[in-house]
DNA sequence: AGATTGACTGCAT
DNA sequence: CATGCAGCCAATC
C-alpha cells in the first residue's frame, strides 16, 4: 500500500495556500476523500509533506477540537499567511488551491 | 470473511 | 448556518 500518489499530489500545494481532502483524491484519480485523509493520518513524522495544508470541504481544520494536532496544524498555517476567521474556518476562496 | 471505524463529501432537512 | 444520513475505500480487529 503506498500513498505515493496522494502525497505527492499533497506537496504541490503551494505555500500559503490550503486544499481539500476532496480535491487532492480528485487530483490522484485513485482515492475517495476518506482515503486522503488517512494517507496523512499515516504519514511519518519527519516527511517533507505539507499536510497541514489539507483541510476539509468547509474549510475548516478536520482534526478534534483542542487535540494537539489541531492547534500544530493552525499554528502551521498561520505561519504561513493563512487567515483564519472567528469560527476557526478559512476562506477557501481565497487561500484554496487550485483556484476557482 | 464480516463488522467497525476514520484527518470526508454532498444533499436533504 | 447546523444536523442528519447515506455513500465511499482502505485498514484493523
Same mark, same amino acid.
Not at 7 to 25: C, H, M
Not at 39 to 65: F, K, Q, T, Y
Given at each position: 500500500?503506498?500513498?505515493?500518489?496522494?502525497?505527492? *499530489?499533497?506537496?504541490?500545494? $503551494?505555500? @500559503?495556500?490550503?486544499?481539500?481532502?476532496? =480535491? #487532492?483524491?480528485?487530483?490522484? !484519480?485513485?482515492?475517495?476523500?476518506?482515503?486522503?485523509?488517512? *494517507?496523512?493520518?499515516?504519514? $511519518?513524522? @519527519?516527511?517533507?509533506?505539507?499536510?497541514? =495544508? #489539507?483541510?476539509?470541504?468547509? !474549510?475548516?481544520?478536520?482534526?478534534?477540537?483542542?487535540?494537539?494536532?489541531?492547534?500544530?496544524?493552525?499554528?502551521?498555517?498561520?505561519?504561513?499567511?493563512? =487567515?483564519?476567521?472567528?469560527?476557526?474556518?478559512?476562506?477557501?476562496?481565497?487561500?484554496?488551491?487550485?483556484?476557482?
Amino acid at each position: 500500500m503506498s500513498y505515493d500518489r496522494i502525497w505527492a *499530489a499533497v506537496k504541490q500545494v $503551494p505555500r @500559503g495556500r490550503v486544499s481539500t481532502y476532496g =480535491r #487532492i483524491a480528485e487530483l490522484v !484519480g485513485a482515492a475517495t476523500p476518506r482515503v486522503v485523509g488517512y *494517507a496523512m493520518a499515516a504519514l $511519518p513524522e @519527519g516527511s517533507d509533506v505539507p499536510w497541514h =495544508r #489539507i483541510i476539509n470541504a468547509r !474549510g475548516e481544520i478536520s482534526l478534534p477540537r483542542g487535540g494537539h494536532g489541531h492547534r500544530r496544524q493552525k499554528r502551521l498555517l498561520q505561519e504561513e499567511g493563512v =487567515r483564519f476567521d472567528r469560527q476557526g474556518r478559512v476562506d477557501l476562496d481565497e487561500f484554496g488551491w487550485p483556484p476557482g
